[in-house]
């Protein structure tokens, strides 16, 4: 039997169930149920004359998976591929790549999730935010009235540019070189580019502060160095953000009570 | 806009957090400043939205990582400051719907798992079941998310309106103080997060 190949249309389906990859997460399966989704088109055309395989290949895909969403893209092009391979087999050669692909699935997902994690969650999405908030400020001080909007279109565009561009990456270079697609972005300097965002944001936060505060008088901005230097020593103790928040409240409370606030 | 049509703005651009697509059209700065357009309050709402940014910049969502739901903290604050309350009362308020929102939605997802095994097994023999649960589970989390804003909103009202104005200056001092901090801690700490990470 002849290996299928995926139209584009297909493709297009695929990508839209992928963006519901987590529409039905759960403690159990995590993302599981929405990558069997994602996939189903496809597993319904390879395995069309084999009612049973198709049942298994739903089962299999079915299971525990978790990773990255955007890694998923790629993770499934690859998948997709071994299916069509799978499917065009029989006997013994079958059965072995049908192991393959569990074993692929689940390296691919764990061995990329650290990688996109750090990237997409850990260094663009805070460096975005503060290009948004920076945004608004500068947008502020030029007089516009629309600092809310620049504050989201650029907070937006600045993430999902890049985020739409590996999604969409992902799955073509995954459908067409399968694993050897992983190999390509290990040659990526992908941690000089977390180093180099994360820096960014370092430096995107305090001119922010700088910009915020210089626009409180005397004694408010004093409170706010002394607040944003309080917050520093915390934070690099490990006190979470809605902990300080506690702390500030409370101690608000305690200057209340003796009359020194508000 | 009303009260009631803000939630469900909320309800379903929180969907964006996890269930749905994670272009971050449901992150805090996002949400604020929509729903400050549409309540006729955009600084409020950016104000709130780039706040609750700051503050939940440094929680991943890795796993199955549940701490509070910022969106629905900037969204609710927001709507609730499109009534007239207080800045300290709305940040306070948002603050706790987005730490309830998330005891919900942990809740919701280990109910999820308990019904997975049979849900496969139906989806073994039909794929378009799995597409019918899909949707219920994106229905019902939208719903969750409306209760749970829209609950908070009420409250906030009814305390803005019946007990805020003569509350002891404890609570009083305590919610200004915290509220009045807010954007320093949130700045304060991604420039240590970004510092011991880079």
């Known amino acids: 039997m002849s290996e299928l190949v995926m139209t584009p249309g297909m493709k297009a389906r695929i990508a839209g169930r992928l963006l519901l990859l987590q529409a039905r997460w759960d403690t159990a399966r995590m993302q599981g149920s929405g990558f069997a989704y994602a996939l189903d088109p496809w597993l319904a055309a390879c395995w069309a004359a084999e009612p049973e395989a198709l049942a298994a290949a739903r089962r299999r895909h079915l299971e525990y998976f978790n990773t990255h969403p955007i890694a998923a893209w790629i993770v499934a092009g690859a998948v997709c591929r071994q299916e069509a391979a799978a499917a065009a087999l029989s006997g013994p050669a079958r059965d072995a790549a049908i192991a393959r692909i569990r074993s692929l699935k689940t390296g691919l997902a764990a061995s990329l999730a650290g990688l996109y994690d750090s990237f997409f969650w850990g260094a663009l999405r805070p460096a975005s935010a503060l290009a948004g908030i920076l945004a608004a400020q500068a947008a502020y001080h030029a007089g516009s009235t629309r600092a809310p909007a620049w504050a989201a279109a650029t907070a937006l565009l600045v993430y999902n540019a890049p985020a ?81 928040l506690g702390f500030a409240g409370l101690g608000g409370m305690a200057a209340a009570a003796v009359g020194l606030w508000p | ?192 997060w970004g510092l011991r990470r880079s």
């Not at chain 1, 180093?195 to 960014?200: C, D, E, F």
């Not at chain 1, 008088?217 to 004093?222: I, K, S, Y």
């Not at chain 2, 379903?12 to 957090?17: I, R």
């Open chain 2, 1 to 192: 806009m009303t009260a009631a049509a803000a939630c469900a703005v909320l309800a379903v651009l929180e969907l964006d957090a996890v269930l749905v697509a994670q272009t971050l059209a449901s992150r805090p700065l996002v949400v604020g400043a929509l729903l400050g357009a549409l309540t006729g309050h955009a600084q409020a709402g950016m104000l709130f939205g780039a706040v609750f940014e700051l503050l939940s910049l440094c929680d991943l969502p890795v796993g199955g990582c549940l701490t509070w739901s910022a969106p629905v903290a900037a969204g609710t604050a927001t709507v609730i400051a499109s009534g007239g309350a207080p800045a300290s009362l709305c940040f306070a308020a948002g603050a706790a719907a987005g730490i309830l929102h998330s005891r919900a939605e942990a809740f919701e997802r280990t109910r999820r798992a308990s019904s997975g095994d049979a849900l496969a097994l139906r989806a073994e023999a039909d794929g378009r079941t799995l597409g019918r649960a899909m949707g219920a589970s994106i229905a019902l989390h939208a719903a969750m998310t409306f209760a749970v804003a829209g609950a908070v909103v009420a409250v906030a009202g009814a305390v803005d309106r019946r007990w805020w104005t003569s509350a002891p200056d404890l609570i009083q001092g305590g919610a200004a103080l915290m509220s009045s901090s807010a954007p320093w801690l949130g700045l304060s700490g991604v420039t240590a």
């Open chain 1, 164 to 244: 739409f561009a590996a999604r969409a990456y992902g799955l073509r270079r995954g459908l067409a070189e399968g694993e050897r697609a992983v190999l390509e972005l290990t040659r990526l300097p992908v941690q000089a580019w977390i180093l180099a965002l994360r820096r960014a944001t370092v430096a995107g936060a305090m001119a922010s502060f700088a910009v915020g505060a210089g626009l409180l008088g005397g004694g408010d901005r004093l409170t706010a160095a002394l607040t944003f230097a309080a917050g520093l020593i915390l934070t690099w103790r490990g006190v979470s953000p809605l902990a300080q």
